[in-house]
């Protein structure tokens, strides 16, 4: 059974930090691309990050790239989720997710399984 568990959510004021982890198990980690969504209030959810299989190609949404930062470490079974300079509007569940597949996507149904869910808040 695949199973995602994000954490390092929290309360920050615009300007912070926050490192979100991804911990899998139950599949075979480094041979999978992983990607990082968000959903905030009253919106639909929306891609943010993704990485391939190998960690040397990553891919971002315009709204967080030069400010995310998303890596992996296949020895801990780990996705991260840097995120620096957050604003206001980057307030929102963040949802961890997996493919079956090496490459990365941009969409949500290119991932089979997906975490819980993170809530991350930032105030201005």
């Known amino acids: 059974q695949v199973q995602l568990v994000e954490s390092g959510g929290g309360l920050v004021q615009a300007g912070d930090s926050l490192r979100l982890s991804c911990a899998a198990s139950?599949?075979?980690?480094?041979?999978?691309?992983m990607g990082w969504f968000r959903q905030a209030p009253g919106k639909e959810r929306e891609f943010v990050a993704a990485?391939?299989?190998?960690?040397?190609?990553?891919y971002y949404a315009e709204s967080v790239k030069g400010r995310f930062t998303i890596s992996r470490d296949n020895a801990k079974n780990t996705v991260y989720l840097q995120m620096n300079s957050l604003k206001p509007e980057d307030t929102a569940v963040y949802y961890c997710?997996?493919?079956?597949?090496?490459?990365?996507?941009?969409?949500?149904?290119?991932?089979?399984?997906w975490g819980q869910g993170t809530q991350v808040t930032v105030s201005s």
């Open positions: 139950g599949l075979t980690f480094s041979g999978v691309a």
């Open positions: 997710a997996a493919r079956q597949y090496v490459n990365m996507s941009y969409r949500e149904e290119g991932y089979s399984y």
């Open positions: 990485i391939r299989w190998s960690g040397d190609v990553t």
